[in-house]
């Protein structure tokens, strides 16, 4: 089985930084798309950012320009660099992997991790 597990959440103040860390029982390259989401309590769970196997990124229109999605080959590891915190960042970030099929998709999730921003 596929183990993802996150690192890197907590409390920072508006406009501070964090970065998460997603590390990855298996190579990264045996997946289509690695990516970050999020999930506030009573709300539905988007898509932060992905980066494609072949190292193509896209981010959610609410942290273009403040997020950035990488990865370490070598240590089979994504990240996710925070920067200009707001405070509706907060809620917990999951990592996800995804390999594509003919029928459906299969993901892979971490636990989670929690971040809030507040003054």
């Not at 690192?7 to 997946?31: D, K, N």
């Not at 072949?54 to 999605?69: C, E, H, L, P, Q």
């Not at 809620?91 to 809030?116: E, F, H, L, M, P």
């Amino acid at each position: 089985q596929v183990q993802l597990v996150e690192s890197g959440g907590g409390l920072v103040q508006p406009g501070g930084s964090l970065r998460l860390s997603c590390a990855v029982s298996g190579s990264i390259f045996s997946f289509n798309a690695m990516g970050w989401y999020r999930q506030a309590p009573g709300k539905q769970r988007e898509l932060v950012a992905v980066i494609t196997r072949g190292g193509f990124t896209n981010y959610a229109d609410s942290v273009k320009g403040r997020f950035t999605i990488s990865r370490e080959n070598d240590k089979n590891t994504v990240y996710l660099q925070m920067n200009s915190l707001k405070p509706e960042d907060t809620a917990v970030y999951y990592c996800n992997a995804r390999k594509y099929y003919t029928i459906s998709n299969a993901d892979y999730w971490g636990q989670g991790t929690q971040v809030t921003v507040s003054s």
